[in-house]
Each structure stands twice: as C-alpha cells, then as structure tokens.
C-alpha cells in the first residue's frame, strides 16, 4: 500500500538521506508501507482511500512516520533521535486532526460507503416492505 510515498519522497521529505543510508530499499519500502497503512488507518473513515494525488503536506507526516519506524527498528538513541519522536507525534496529531475533520486537505473525498455524514441525519437502510394484499 505504499501508493501514497515514494522511496525517492522518504529520502527528500522524510530525513537527511545521510541519516538512513544504512538500510537496503527494501527495509525503506516496508517502513514506506507500515507509515502508509498507519496513515490510511487514521483517515479512512473521512476520505476515500488510496489517494493517488495526496497533498505534499500528507507525504512529508507519512515520510516521517516511515523514519520513526525505520529508526525505531534500529534503535534510537533518546537524545540524538529526539526530533525524530518529535517528528512523528506531530504527524499522529495531523492524521487526527484529518479524522477529527478540523484539517481538510484538497482532494479528499468522503468514503462512499460514509451514508451516516448527511446532512439531513443519519440513514436507515432496510429492504423494501413486503406488503400482502
């Protein structure tokens, strides 16, 4: 699921590429995928999921959420990283200020399956009467 953050975005938007250079692409693709799904996990219920054309302020929270995992598998030294834990609350308390609707982004779309955000209320879906005559 990593449709939302390029290897080559981890490397611009996430961290100095100095700083993960000890790990292979395929541990940066599997830290891609995880913050992604983390990511999809907080927003899904607001906006439809993949977004294929995410706002680059969405890619740089979800590059550093794929850092802190990546450093975090490493293991962080607690002064040294700090920015990096830093870094990573503040992209939660982004994704949760998309779920709590208070940060809208351009391009999302509410989920199809979301019936209960109407207007009008809430729906109640039922099968149609069956009447005897």
Known sequence: MADLLTLDELESLGVNPVAIS???DTQKE???AAAVDEAYAWIRMVTTVPLLDAPIA???HVAKIAVYHLLSARG???VADRLVVENYERALRFLKGIQDR???LPGMQPPADNLSDD???PWVLSDPPRWEV
């Open 58 to 60: 969405l890619k740089a």
């Open 102 to 104: 208070k940060i809208q």
């Open 76 to 78: 962080m030294d607690p």
């Open 30 to 32: 599997l830290a891609i």
């Open 22 to 24: 000890d790990f292979d």
């Open 119 to 121: 207007i009008a209320g």
